[in-house]
């Protein structure tokens, strides 16, 4: 069983910045695809960026241009670099790790780690 441990989250007041980080046990870990989405309260969870194995990555249109995703293969470990931070950026952001056995796709999630953007 993957296990994803995440960390960084906080409260930021806006304007501030944050780096969640994403730590993974799989073996294989730079053949994953790696991602980060978050939940806010009353909403459903949403995509918020990704990473492929060979490092291209895609952003939801809310967080370009502030958020900054990027990945360590060395040490299995994902990040999440916020800055420019606003409230409506408050939310669980929770880690994510497809990993693909042919075309059969294994996904797993982290426990979630709480951001708040408030004065």
């Known amino acids: 069983q993957v296990q994803l441990v995440e960390s960084g989250g906080g409260l930021v007041q806006p304007g501030g910045s944050l780096r969640l980080s994403c730590a993974a046990s799989?073996?294989?870990?730079?053949?994953?695809?790696m991602g980060w989405y978050r939940q806010a309260p009353g909403k459903d969870r949403e995509l918020v960026a990704t990473?492929?194995?060979?490092?291209?990555?895609n952003y939801a249109d809310s967080v370009k241009g502030r958020f900054t995703i990027s990945r360590d293969n060395a040490k299995n470990t994902v990040y999440l670099q916020m800055n420019s931070l606003k409230p409506e950026d408050t939310a669980v952001y929770y880690c994510?790790?497809?990993?693909?056995?042919?075309?059969?796709?294994?996904?797993?999630w982290g426990q979630g780690t709480q951001v708040t953007v408030s004065s």
């Open positions: 990473i492929s194995s060979g490092g291209s990555t």
């Open positions: 799989l073996r294989d870990f730079s053949a994953a695809i």
């Open positions: 994510n790790l497809d990993n693909y056995v042919g075309t059969f796709r294994q996904r797993y």
